[in-house]
Structures are given as structure tokens and as C-alpha cells.
């Protein structure tokens, strides 16, 4: 086999990593949407227990990258693929750890209808879901039109965190013995409007691979 061809199967196992890592945050976000609606705690556990494997995988997408660089030394283009998947499992690592976050705070959340009282966080937590989704498809796809499209989201997600604070405000102006709990709830914002951001970066990062352009700047 060239030293080509070897490079180039390389690579593809590398995408097949990105991807599996892809799927698990994915089910992630989506899991600790429905413990957070159903109080399900359970599957809170499952979400902490499974972040292990989310850590194990960008450990190995690491590993995988440097021993290309050291064994290939790629230029251009393929450097930039390498470049990309370090830097991606980053954010989708950290994805991951937001998702096991915002599990912890749900097993110590013990009231009923959670999901409805702050009104926000549920729209927070689909857009988050969707950036998520949208971010990691954009990089199967190579599809920077995508990216712009997930980018854009994060300003709605944004502007909801900003809502949630402001309901936040004025439940515990009602009633302080809700104090303790709001906290939590705002946590659980900050962690989605954290995986929006994630997301976005992960699209950023897919612009850079596909242009060699990171925010509108010419690098590789």
C-alpha cells in the first residue's frame, strides 16, 4: 500500500471516530433532556456513567491525530484535516462533560413539573439539541452553508439565557424558599447556552477545514 493510500484510510477511520464520538454526544444531550423533563433519574446516572466513554474516545481521536502527525507529517489540506479533528473532539468533549453537568444538578433537583418552571430552559435545551445535531452533520456533509445556518442559532440561544436569568430573578422575588432551586436551574441554562457555543465552534472549526478560513481569517 502507498504512503498515500495509507494517509487516506487513515483519515477515513479518523472521520468513522469523529462521527461515533458525534452520535454519543448527541445522545447525550438528547437523554438529559428527557431526565431533566421526566425527572428521571435513572438515566441522570446512565448520562454520568456514559461520559467515561466520551472522555476515552477524544483520548484515542488524540492519540490517533498526533501519530499522524509525527508518522505522515501532512501539509495543506490534510493537515487540516488532522488540525480540524483535534480540535473538534475538544469541544465535543466538553459537550459531553456540560451534558453529565446538568445530570448531576437534575439528581439533586426534587420537585415536580421542573421542566415547566422556568418557561425557557425547555426552548434553550431543543435549540442546543438541534445545534448539537446540525453541528456534527455539517461535518459529515463538509456542508459550511449548514454551519452559517447553526451559527446563527446561537444568538436565539443566547437571547433565551438572557430570559432565563430574568425569570430566574422574579420567581425568587416571590418565593425564597425557591432560592436554592432557581440556582440550579440557571446552572442548567448556563450548560446549554455553553453546548450552543460548543456547537458553534465545532461549525467554525468545519468552515476551517472545508476554506482554511477561521473566522473570516486566512490560516492553512
Request: aromatic fraction near 4%; charged fraction near 35%.
Amino acid at each position: 500500500m502507498s504512503g498515500r493510500l495509507g494517509f487516506q484510510n487513515e483519515i477515513e477511520k479518523l472521520n468513522v471516530e469523529l462521527i461515533k464520538m458525534g452520535t454519543l454526544i448527541e445522545q447525550a444531550i438528547e437523554n438529559v433532556i428527557i431526565a431533566f423533563k421526566n425527572q428521571d433519574h435513572s438515566l441522570a446516572k446512565e448520562i454520568i456513567r456514559k461520559d467515561r466513554d466520551i472522555d476515552d474516545m477524544e483520548k484515542a481521536i488524540e492519540s490517533h491525530c498526533l501519530s499522524l502527525i509525527l508518522r505522515q507529517q501532512p501539509v495543506a489540506k490534510d493537515l487540516r484535516i488532522v488540525s480540524t479533528a483535534l480540535k473538534m473532539v475538544t469541544d465535543m468533549e466538553r459537550i459531553g462533560d456540560h451534558a453529565s453537568d446538568i445530570a448531576s444538578i437534575i439528581l439533586k433537583i426534587d420537585a415536580d413539573h421542573v421542566f415547566e418552571i422556568v418557561e425557557h430552559i425547555p426552548e434553550m435545551a431543543l435549540l442546543a439539541k438541534k445545534m448539537v445535531k446540525g453541528s456534527i452533520e455539517a461535518f459529515v456533509k463538509g456542508d459550511t452553508e449548514l454551519t452559517k445556518k447553526i451559527i446563527e442559532i446561537d444568538d436565539e440561544v443566547d437571547n433565551l439565557f438572557t430570559k432565563v436569568k430574568s425569570e430566574v430573578i422574579e420567581i425568587i422575588k416571590k418565593s425564597n424558599d425557591l432560592s436554592d432551586m432557581c440556582i440550579d436551574f440557571l446552572m442548567i441554562a448556563k450548560y446549554f447556552e455553553r453546548i450552543g457555543d460548543h456547537a458553534e465552534n465545532i461549525c467554525e472549526w468545519v468552515e476551517f477545514n472545508e476554506t482554511g478560513e477561521y473566522k473570516n481569517s486566512r490560516i492553512l
